[in-house]
Nanobody, 123 residues
């Protein structure tokens, strides 16, 4: 089992930045690929970014490419999502998730999920 806890959400003005953290406990965190997803009210949960176990490969959705950066510090069992140039449409609950194997884009492939952190971007 891997337990995930997100933090760093909050209220920010459009154009601002936030850094989300996903802290893991339980099994060896470096054995897991990690993805970030978000879900806005009335919408499906969508893929944002993912990173492989070692941190050397990152993947992004087109909607956040160039604005968001995923990284990880395995020594601290933490994955980060740096979010810049935020837009009101980025408002959602943000989730991190972990899976064994290579990162994927599908929510169905991830075995472990955090509880989410709210991000609200005001115009």
């Amino acid at each position: 089992q891997v337990q995930l806890v997100e933090s760093g959400g909050g209220l920010v003005q459009a154009g601002g930045s936030l850094r989300l953290s996903c802290a893991a406990s339980g099994r060896t965190f470096s054995n897991y690929a990690v993805g970030w997803f978000r879900q806005a009210p009335g919408k499906e949960r969508e893929f944002l970014a993912a990173i492989n176990r070692g941190g050397g490969s990152q993947y992004y959705a087109d909607s956040v490419q160039g604005r968001f950066t995923i990284s990880r510090d395995n020594a601290k069992n933490t994955v980060f999502l740096q979010m810049n140039s935020l837009k009101p449409e980025d408002t959602a609950v943000y989730y991190c998730a972990a899976r064994t194997g290579w990162p994927t884009f599908s929510t169905r492939d991830y075995h472990y999920w955090g509880q989410g952190t709210q991000v609200t971007v005001s115009s």
